[in-house]
């Protein structure tokens, strides 16, 4: 497969699979839960390289990177703040190493964990650190840019920003919606579906969508209404393993593999063109998913 861009490809009528989560498969791997995950891109690079190669071999046609707290106020929990540029770089180069010359490398970027409304940082303190950040990734090998996990529309606008005025990288922007009482989808901050995706896109974005906080069945809604609001924009969805249940103080997953690749064919109809998971997704399920897509390009 040549590299051509992902929003291209998809273009094309081919939808994609992605990977899973990262999160899960580093902390089985032995990651603590009060360790700083980019600081293993240094420490424990066959882990990480580990965790990629696990998602390819299950038919993932594009990996993301251990950077998704990678912005120098994550890492100033741990004292990393002036190490940005050096964990993004060798967190796209081990994901890059991984994916050899045929599959994508989406350069994970999370939010910062401040909030612009509250006053906490400015707005050039955040697009500089997006900044560092994405120039770093793009540096390492990253075919793209995934701007995820979002609920603040203005922090996501300057992720979005950042990368596209300083690397010539696509961008992917993802939201995660809530269900509220009534039925509707916001973020934590308010942000609908339709308000996100298309602020995304005027914001440059080449790839909208949404990941995390619900599973395929609670996506196929969301995406259906960012379809109906931007109906020509590639849509990448991310979702949980199902809704968390909490069991003995640990967060247990209940969608299975089958489950989730039973309703791949719902939410390409809806208009996704790049499925994978987040949180609670394996291996396993990526390659139920693969498998699920390859039956729908079949015509099975």
């Known amino acids: ?3 051509n861009a992902i929003s291209a490809t998809v273009q094309t009528g081919r939808i994609l699979a992605s990977d899973g989560a990262w999160g899960t498969l580093l902390q089985t791997a032995g990651l603590g839960s009060a360790e700083c995950p980019e600081l293993w891109n240094l420490d424990q690079p066959e882990e990480v390289r580990r965790v990629a190669e696990q998602y390819l071999a299950a038919g993932a046609e594009m990996v993301k990177t251990n950077s998704f707290g990678g912005s120098s106020f994550k890492l100033s929990r741990y004292g990393l703040q002036d190490r940005s540029n050096e964990l993004n770089r060798r967190a796209a180069e081990i994901s890059r190493e991984a994916a050899g010359d045929d599959r994508w ?22 697009y500089e650190a997006f900044r560092v950040q994405v120039v770093a990734l793009e540096q390492g090998g990253a075919d793209a840019v995934c701007v995820e996990t979002m609920s603040d529309i203005d922090e ?8 596209k005025e300083n690397t010539n990288l696509e961008v992917v922007a993802t939201f995660t919606f809530d269900r509220t009482v009534g039925g509707d989808y916001r973020t934590m901050m308010g942000v609908t579906p339709e308000d996100a995706a298309q602020t995304m896109r005027e914001a440059g974005a080449d790839i909208v969508g949404t990941n995390c906080g619900n599973g395929f069945e609670r996506m196929i809604d969301i995406v259906k209404r960012i379809r109906a609001a931007l109906p020509e924009v590639p849509i990448l969805v991310h979702a949980n393993a ?13 969608d299975t ?8 064919p719902d939410l390409a109809k809806a208009g996704a063109n790049v499925i994978g998971g987040c949180c609670g997704t394996t291996a396993d399920h990526i ?14």
């Open 156 to 163: 996501a606008r300057l992720a979005v920003r950042a990368a």
């Open 1 to 3: 497969m040549a590299r």
């Open 105 to 126: 490398v989406l350069g994970s970027v999370g939010p910062t964990g401040k909030m612009l409304v509250m006053g906490d940082v400015t707005e050039d303190e955040l």
């Open 242 to 254: 199902g809704m968390p249940i909490l069991e003995e103080g640990v967060s247990r997953y209940p």
């Open 257 to 264: 593999p089958e489950f989730m690749a039973s309703l791949v």
């Open 287 to 300: 390659r139920a998913i693969r498998n699920a897509i390859d039956g729908l390009r079949s015509g099975r």
